[in-house]
Nanobody
Framework: QVQLVESGGGLGQAGGSLRLSCAAS????????MGWFRQAPGKEREFVAR???????YYTDSVKGRFTISRDNAKNTVYLQMTSLKPEDTAVYYC????????????????WGQGTQVTVSS
């Protein structure tokens, strides 16, 4: 069982930066693939990025070169550094975990946090 708590959301300006954190508790953080998803109002939850247990990363095209996912297994925490923010990045951001986590759909992840709001003003 893994419990996830996101933090670091808030209001950002277009072109600015924000860093999200996701603290995990429970057993086996380092054994889980960690992912970030986001959901904008009226839209489906979409994949943003993932990092494997070996720290290989994968990003959706819209955030490549702007967002960076990383993990610190000693702190049981995964991060999402967001730069060059755009108004279209406005969404609730969710952290997710799974022993496999190889897909980009919601069903690829078993554990979810409650989400943190990111709002980017133009």
């Amino acid at each position: 069982q893994v419990q996830l708590v996101e933090s670091g959301g808030g209001l950002g300006q277009a072109g600015g930066s924000l860093r999200l954190s996701c603290a995990a508790s429970g057993r086996g953080f380092s054994s889980n693939v960690m992912g970030w998803f986001r959901q904008a109002p009226g839209k489906e939850r979409e994949f943003v990025a993932r990092i494997t247990t070996g720290s290989s990363t994968y990003y959706t095209d819209s955030v490549k070169g702007r967002f960076t996912i990383s993990r610190d297994n000693a702190k049981n925490t995964v991060y999402l550094q967001m730069t060059s923010l755009k108004p279209e990045d406005t969404a609730v951001y969710y952290c997710a975990a799974d022993l496999l986590g190889l897909g980009v759909g919601r069903t690829s992840y078993k554990y979810w946090g409650q989400g943190t709001q990111v709002t980017v003003s133009s």
